[in-house]
């Protein structure tokens, strides 16, 4: 008997047990890990983030250019041929002047001059600060409004969540770019003050709150709808059958399983910051000169289109390049916290 | 359901007024700077702030100021520029509609049977090579910025190919009435057309994809194979038909957000004198009553295509239709 | 005219590759239905018995599983048949029920066009008067109001409804074998005597084979002529209901058939239940897979025990009849 009780089974079973109790968390990293696009998409990212942060260092000693400042009268060696920067137009009429077009070495005017003479791939960096910086603010913004929104909304219900709401009902039903255009209009040229906040006109603030505004439904109404499920749930039923105060269920209960669906969204929201940011800088309402972003530096090229087309075509590819891998990030997130993509069996 | 429906309007006017008391808000109540001076765009002299002051009721309180906003742009229409002297804002903005609808009217037919081939194709071969392929290509499309897109197409088919067979018949930028030349009105807009859709298209083959894979997976699938009508039959009369409520509502909010303003950046690009187009070049003027005209009503037609969208939602899905 | 048996299943395995390792949902199972025969298959959740119903309806569509074995149906395999052929067998000479009433109908068309559907596509039959045919299969379940049912929506009926609506689209091409997945489960109490009813009253109307698969020994005692007991993935014990239910040979069950009050006489001071969980598919122990929960258990378990006994009522297990004989708990007055 006692031998036939030695067998495998009870083995496996602990080692089911030991799976079943791996945290949620820890499942999602290693499925995370396993995904193998979405760790090339992560390094990618990182690889564009170092890469950007690295701006003033590629200005001084390879451009060897201030980016922000005019350079009509500039000159540059080009294998060992001094040339004007602002070249005399050879297109068209003639009449102008054309800057200078990519060099394709490491170096000075790698990707050639602006309308201004200034550097485009040193501008490519440091626009490409900006544009991070301004999504990772306006997502973090976002996120947090529409986490207090979203949960204060579902959890206390009645009068404040209708309040909440309807709010959201009409920032949604305004069309994004209308009212990023309707706050840029009349908080661009002046200075704002709130409380103790002072925003100057031109100040990146602006653009971060405008973006960080604009999506808070987008994720607030999912985080609405899960916290009400959440409140119906057996175990918050349990709590509060147990007498556990409001904010001890809002902590302990709700928010732990509220955290993964914004985690899903980080990637996603980073994504739609980095697309509105370069709208909205291509609009001129965005990022202000001499400030750049990947959006402006495709708005100054869009004059130089048919003649240097490099000006606004490289912006572009780093946009599509950054946002492509956020979006397959995402998609790999979403997957991993997602128990619903869990393999089914037959 | 009727009540339903009447429910649903009256939500829908609360809305619209939240709207207008927003827009309202934000031109006249800005703490920081002079409403006057915004309206009367730059360099305004004395006197014409001074008529705005008056015409806008500025020195009133603000419901009246509202009321009188509200009247010029819906009772009397008058709202008039100040950056381009007496010209009347609301007529000229009924006069772009009818660009803006042709652009997005034709880009959402691209995008729709587009994003239902994409999504249909990729959701039935789930995980082959083909799904993979398309799934990448889809994020790669919602990927770009839709204004940098149409600058590419414009490099492509107004310069380096312009001169090719490809593109030899596009017309330069500009929109050409369908009344006045219909093979005009579709050459204008063909590429347009196509740069818009692109970025619909990846999105719609994406939710469709997951939608039906979702659904693919219900217990009904499985009763409908266990009937033993074809495969072709249970994906699109239990599968796609299923998956394709939560597509047309999204359908119906995208299309209405486009109308109203979200195709300003491909007008833009295009030379498109559509309302976006109007509203791009009243930012570049500051001329504020125009922006607040193309504000207001393009937010009223997006509120209007969101109870549409509800409507057409109780019709597809039997369920909504009774909840209400 | 040779017998034959309507349905033959012979070797029967059923395996899904998964990150645990292979996963043995169905291990070599044979079993034969007659014409006009009700035979219950029985066993906890995890014993393959779902899946051996999927698997003759060829549901299984995962590219994860590996099916081997043989299933004739009316003289025909049915393993390995293409799309095409078996769409011409299933719907119409075998129907399928399943477990959930409130999830097997699409939300979106009516009753009525889901039934019109499956008839439609078995048989050369006009849209009108596959509607009229629809309405009497309605009818004929003991819906009321039968005209107006066909066209509602699922949502709109009860769950008891709802199953007598997914038996009327099973029941519609008059099929010889009706496939029921725990057809009672998800219902309430009453309502699931009426269904049980109801498939009984099938076999007498239309002459249909059932094979009932269900955890609930009640059913089977109800309704079943034969009982299939099934242990990860094995038919452990199979025989008439009545000898099975009497005197069954398995040490599963009788834990199995212990594990429920007896239906009359004095209730036993305590209801025994079986020790342990049923093993993981995906790593099953060596020889009888029921060893490490068996009382009875002993070396000569670690071989593989197959099915033997009297003909007609067999088991797969080692000990040898006297002592089966010895160890069985008497079970009074059940079936």
Known sequence: MSSVEETDAPAASRQGQAKATESPWATAFRKLRRDRAAIVALAVLVAIVVVCLMAPLY???????????????????????????????????????????????????????????????????????????????????????????????????????????????????????????????????????????????????????????????????????????????????AAVGLGASPWRILIKDILPNVVPRIVVFVPLILALSMIIESALSFLSIGVQPPGASWGTIIQDGQGLLYSRPAVALVPGIAIAVTVLALNILGDGVRDALDPKSAMRIG | MIYALAARLGQMALVMFGISV??????????????????????????????????????RPLPVQYALMMKKLFVTRDLTSFVNRGQK?????????????????????????????????????KGSWLDRTLMMISLAGVSMPVFWLGEVANLITQSRFHDSWAFSWVPALGYVPFGRDPLGWFQALVIPWIV???????????????????????????????????????????????????????FGLDFGALVGGGALLTEVVFGLQGVGKLTYDALQTLDLPMIMATVIYASFFVVMANFVVDVVHMFLDPRVRDAF | MRFEPLLEVKDLTVHFRSEEGLVEAVRGVSFNVGRNEILGLVGESGSGKSQTLLAIMGLID???????????????????????ALDRIRGKKIGMIFQDP?????????????????????????????????????DAVGIPAPRSVADRYPHQLSGGMRQRAVIAMAMSCNPALLLADEPTTALDVTVQAQILD?????????????????????????????????????????????????????????????SIPPFDGPRPARLSAIPGAPPKLSALPKGCSFRPRCPHAHDACLQEPPLAGPVGHRSACVLPDAAIEELAPRQEGAA
């Open chain 1, 59 to 237: 200005a001084r000693h390879v451009a060897m250019t201030d980016p922000f400042v005019t350079n009509l009268n500039g000159t540059v060696m080009i294998a060992g041929e001094e040339r004007p920067v602002l070249e005399p137009s050879t297109t068209g009429l003639g009449l102008g002047l054309t800057p200078i077009g990519p060099t394709w070495e490491f170096g000075p005017f790698m990707l050639g001059a602006d309308n201004q003479g200034r550097d485009v791939a040193a501008r490519m960096l440091y626009g490409g600060r900006n544009s991070l910086f301004i999504a990772f603010a306006s997502t973090l913004l976002c996120l947090v409004l529409a986490t207090l929104v979203g949960t204060t909304a579902g959890f206390f219900g009645g009068i404040s969540d209708t309040i909440l709401s309807r709010i959201l009902d009409v920032l949604w039903a305004f069309p994004i770019f209308l009212l990023a255009i309707s706050l840029s209009i009349v908080l661009l040229n002046q200075t704002l003050t709130i409380g103790p906040w002072r925003i100057t006109s031109g100040s990146l603030a602006l653009p971060i709150f405008i973006i960080g505004i604009v999506y808070v439904p987008y994720v607030a109404r999912p985080i609405r709808g899960h916290v009400q499920t959440l409140m119906g749930a057996e175990f918050v039923t």
């Open chain 2, 196 to 250: 818009l859709a692109t970025l619909y298209v990846g999105l719609y083959g994406r939710v469709l994809r997951a939608s039906l894979i979702e659904t693919m997976q219900e217990d009904f699938i499985r009763m409908a194979r266990a009937k033993g009508i074809g495969e072709r039959q249970v994906l699109l009369r239990h599968g796609l038909r299923t998956s394709l409520v939560a597509f047309v509502t999204m």
């Open chain 3, 198 to 258: 109801l498939i009984g009253k099938l076999r007498e109307d239309f002459g249909s084979s059932v094979i009932l698969v269900t955890h609930d020994l009640g059913v089977v005692a109800e309704t079943a002529d034969k009982v299939n007991v099934m242990y990860a993935g094995r038919i452990v014990e199979e025989g008439p209901k009545e000898a099975v239910f009497l005197q069954p040979r398995h040490p599963y069950s009788w834990g199995l058939f212990g």
């Open chain 3, 102 to 138: 409130m999830t097997s109908l699409t939300p979106v068309h009516t009753i009525g066009a889901q039934i019109v559907e499956t008839l439609r596509a078995h048989e050369q039959i006009g849209r009108k008067a596959a509607k009229d045919r629809a309405v009497e299969l309605i």
């Open chain 3, 62 to 84: 995962s590219p994860n599983a590996v099916l081997s074995g043989s299933i004739r149906f009316e003289g025909q395999e049915l393993m390995g048949l293409p799309r095409r």
């Open chain 2, 89 to 125: 804002v609301i007529p000229t903005v009924t006069r772009a509609i009818p660009i803006t609808l042709s652009l997005v009217i034709g880009a959402a037919l691209l995008w729709l049977i587009g994003g239902l081939i994409v999504g249909l194709i990729a959701g039935a071969t």
């Open chain 2, 22 to 59: 927003v827009v309202f808000l934000i031109f006249f109540a800005t703490p920081g700077s002079d409403p006057s001076a915004r309206i009367a765009g730059r360099n305004a002299s004395q006197e014409t702030l001074q008529q705005v002051r008056h015409d806008f009721g500025l020195d």
